[in-house]
């Protein structure tokens, strides 16, 4: 005889329990009789920018998120294959159990061009057996569908400005205000988990009431497989994972906020919030994020809370422009530099993942970069401009090397900022943005503090030497020419003569 209905929830880049949209509604639909479902995709395993760095932190935390659904009362199946072979062979296993088929299974939206394909394509096998499907925001606070350009509905936004004043008459809607003020419960879940207090068991259903021990204990052996075998190849120090991690960071943050407009470019000091490698895998969201500080539009606009929540907006345009523009994946978003001629040195391109180009700001954030997983947001720009102005070399490969080696590395952020420091993007000036690697390094790192963490071979020159060491037989000399090269890069652009373009010191 069949039991009661139940639900299945498809974790994707949702890893965390408490304020997960498509789970509360699964839960609250089956009253608590919710299982979790992930699958391990091997074409995300085998694509050419995969970092085994990335991917093992994105295993502590299904770890983490498998043993707390184990202690509330669920638990985490997890699957070696991709979904359309994993659901075929795990619903067939559950229609010969004594509680059937799930009347239903959740998950929330993701935007990649492939994500939407695979879901578009789950729907019509999960409809065909008879099987509700549910899926919720989650990801993003507000999606592409809701920011509407008043003078042409049609026609999306390419400019970061005028989608930001849109975005912001949006979050001042009360359906989006709805969305921030409910992740107050799902924040308040994770206090009670950081003082340590018992979780009350709010789910009522485990996978071994439904399938075979042995089954069960073989997606326990899939996840400590690949926790054992990758782990041996993880070459940096990785941050602790999980939803309470991210929240313990964000309560971190919260400290320092009031001080993010003057410390944000500053990569020497702490002045970023490092949650960027948490909201990659969704053990954090921006609505979670905007709900625990209480972000809102009407902040000064010169304070810390107001530059902070700008910079969440970018993160969500730029998810925005990949939905809308996919091509941005692959080739430029601008058709006029979709054929630029790249000189592509493959020696250069090594000194500048090596660190080793003769300009110590660059050099030391990618040493940062090869060393930690993760790059301070500011050099992030000050390196991929000096790729493409001053090395000349094709954007998309630098993107593909920050994605093997990020520990955030997230496609449409990514992508984003790489066409921004390209000026392949959403640009209609493409002559700006040359940065001038040594006039940054003095701006931004005037001491040379950030530098000589990363460079200890100039940790003895003087605050004055160091942005421009000479004579040292342990560093290498610039390989190329700043202006030489601003010259070729404007040449390149087909910049008219008459335009001199600026040293590009805009922020992103």
């Known amino acids: 005889m069949q039991q009661e209905h139940y639900g299945l929830h498809w974790f994707r880049r949702d890893l965390r329990v408490a304020g997960n949209p498509a789970l509360h509604w699964s839960w609250k639909e089956h009253r608590g009789r919710v299982l979790g479902v992930f699958c391990f995709d091997r074409k995300f395993l085998s694509r050419s920018d995969f970092s085994t760095n990335r991917f093992q932190f994105f295993l502590e935390t299904l770890r983490s998120l498998q043993s707390e659904l184990e202690e509330l009362g669920s638990g985490l199946l997890i699957l070696d294959v991709g979904p359309d072979e994993a659901y075929s062979e795990l619903l067939e296993r559950l229609s ?34 008879g099987i509700r499907w ?24 390419q400019v970061y400005s005028p989608f930001a004043r849109q975005w912001a008459k949006s979050f001042a809607k009360p359906e989006v205000q709805a969305r921030i003020q409910i992740q107050k419960k799902g924040l308040a879940y994770l206090e009670n988990r950081r003082q340590g207090h018992a979780s009350e068991r709010v789910f009522h259903l485990r996978w071994r009431d439904l399938l075979e021990p042995e089954r069960v204990q073989q997606s326990e052996q899939t996840l400590k497989h690949y926790l054992e075998t990758n782990g041996q190849k993880v070459t940096i120090p990785l941050p602790r994972a ?68 700008s910079e969440l907006v970018w993160r969500e345009f730029y998810v925005y422009i990949l939905q809308k523009f996919p091509h941005v994946e692959t080739t430029a978003f601008n058709a006029r530099f979709r054929n630029l001629a790249w000189e592509n040195r493959e020696d250069f391109f090594a000194a500048w993942k090596e660190g080793r180009t003769g300009f110590p700001i660059v ?11 993760w790059m301070h947001n500011r050099v992030r720009m000050i390196v991929a401009s000096f790729l493409t102005k001053d090395l000349l070399i094709d954007w998309r490969w630098g993107e593909r090397y920050f994605m093997e080696k ?31 690697p040594t006039l940054q390094s003095k701006k931004f790192d005037p001491e040379g503090h950030y530098i000589r963490r990363f460079i200890p071979e100039l940790a003895r020159c003087s605050a004055r030497e160091i942005h421009e060491p000479k004579g040292l037989s ?6 190329v020419d700043h202006a030489q090269q601003r010259s070729k890069a404007l040449a390149l652009y087909g910049v008219p003569p008459g335009k001199k373009g600026t040293e590009g010191d805009s922020d992103a």
């Not at 342990?474 to 390989?479: L, T």
Request: aromatic share 10%; hydrophobic share 35%.
């Open 406 to 436: 990020l520990l955030d590395g997230d496609l449409a952020p990514n992508n984003g900022g790489w066409q921004w420091a390209a000026s392949t993007g959403c640009d209609p000036q493409p002559y700006f943005r040359i940065f001038n």
């Open 134 to 157: 549910h899926h919720e925001r989650d990801h993003q606070l507000i999606e592409a569908h809701e920011i509407i350009k008043e003078s042409d509905p049609q026609s999306p936004y």
């Open 474 to 479: 342990a560093y290498p000399r610039p390989i």
């Open 242 to 309: 999980g939803s309470l991690a991210a929240y313990e960071t964000l309560l971190q943050f919260s400290d320092r906020i009031d001080d993010y407009h003057k410390l944000r470019d500053l990569p020497a000091q702490d002045g970023t919030s490092r949650f960027s490698h948490f909201i990659k895998n969704g053990s954090l969201t921006i609505a979670q994020i905007v709900a625990a500080l209480d972000l809102g539009i009407a902040e000064r606009r010169d304070s810390g809370r107001a530059k902070f929540l």
């Open 363 to 373: 050099d030391a954030g990618m040493r940062e970069l090869n060393t930690t997983g």
């Open 96 to 129: 010969k159990s004594q509680w059937g088929l799930p009347a239903s299974v959740s998950w929330n939206r993701d935007y990649e061009p492939f994500a939407i394909e695979r879901d578009q394509r789950m729907q019509g096998y999960f409809t065909q057996l």
